[in-house]
């Protein structure tokens, strides 16, 4: 039976560091600063914006929650993100997705200023990292919270293992594929018209499933001992639960999975709440540059 990778612990271990150096950022006169910003009124999303300002808080930092209605215009988007580039009380700067259908989301993102850019979405920061300088980029907080759970039970260097990750969305699959690479890897990102995805899936050291289809990744499509990330967040009927009942569950088929999986990480409880710890990382990170510290290595 697999090692279930508790994702929720790793990530409270995470917070905590983040919360100890802000503390020590005091004594240079700063305190780190996050603007997350959501448009509309998705559940889910007002749902990981709260949580997101919460744990901001927890940290210690100055935490600024801006709610615009749904139908506010892209350049009044703009403008309050412009005043956010220039504001030195703010380290880093969130958009939530999904923004409403009206507004052109690759345009806002690109708006952000790179240094500021805690989600690691603008060219700057997914150049920094698709050339292999990923200590200077702000890596997107999903797989870099996916590398930090590999990193517990794989280790840092990941030479001579082979990693498949399923998905190649330009905030999970292919920033997971380049910091796999970047750890030496052997690294192939599969999609929708991959041939022979299951037994691609079992040639893999590193399993990655980023496709946001329920249980999609069958136990036999994993190799004996392999690490299994499950990026999905799926909320799926529940009827024995009673009527009208959810239940969450990954992209992968988990008790499945882990018949043959050597660690997996659950739903929920592994990738999700590491999301939210790497964005308060990545915003202490920024604020350390702008106080000249050295940050701490998560
Ligand atoms: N600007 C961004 N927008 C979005 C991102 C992002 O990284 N940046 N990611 C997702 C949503 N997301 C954070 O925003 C997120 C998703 C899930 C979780 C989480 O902790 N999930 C829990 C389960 C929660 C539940 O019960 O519903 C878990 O997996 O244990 C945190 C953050 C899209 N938008």
């Not at 993100?81 to 380290?91: G, S, T």
């Not at 022979?196 to 893999?204: K, Y």
Request: charged share 20%.
């Amino acid at each position: 039976m697999a090692e279930i990778i508790d994702g929720k612990k790793i990530a409270e271990d995470v917070v905590a560091t983040v919360a100890a150096t802000a503390k020590d950022l005091a004594a240079h006169g700063v305190k780190p600063g996050l603007a997350v910003v959501i448009v509309g009124e998705d559940p889910a999303s007002q749902v990981y914006v709260a949580s997101k300002s919460r744990k901001a808080k927890e940290c210690g930092f100055h935490s600024v929650q801006h709610t615009l209605a749904g139908g506010t215009s892209q350049a009044d988007l703009v403008a309050l993100i412009e005043q956010l580039n220039v504001d030195p009380a703010i380290h880093g700067i969130l958009v939530q997705l999904p923004l409403p259908a009206h507004i052109d989301s690759g345009a806002i993102i690109q708006t952000i200023e790179p240094d500021k850019d805690v989600d690691g979405f603008t060219f700057v920061n997914v150049g920094r990292l698709g050339t292999g300088e990923v200590d200077s980029a702000f890596v997107p907080c999903t797989p870099a919270g996916s590398m930090l759970l590999i990193e517990r039970v794989r280790g840092r260097d990941l030479s001579g293992l082979t990693a498949v990750v399923v998905g190649r969305s330009n905030i999970v699959g292919k920033p997971m594929a380049n910091l796999l690479l970047a750890a030496n890897c052997t690294v192939t990102i599969a999609h929708s018209r991959t041939k022979d995805l299951p037994a691609l899936c079992r040639t893999a050291d590193i399993l990655v499933a980023a496709v946001g289809r329920p249980e999609m990744v069958k136990g036999d499509w994993v190799k004996q001992g392999a690490t299994v990330i499950d990026v999905g967040i799926n909320r799926i009927p529940a009827p024995e639960k009673g009527e009208g009942k959810t239940r969450l569950v990954g992209d992968v088929a988990f008790a499945e999975a882990a018949e043959n999986a050597g660690s997996i990480t659950p739903v929920p409880g592994g990738v999700g709440p590491m999301t939210i710890a790497m964005l308060m990382a990545n915003t202490l990170v920024s604020a350390c540059r702008a106080a000249g510290v050295e940050p701490p290595r998560f």
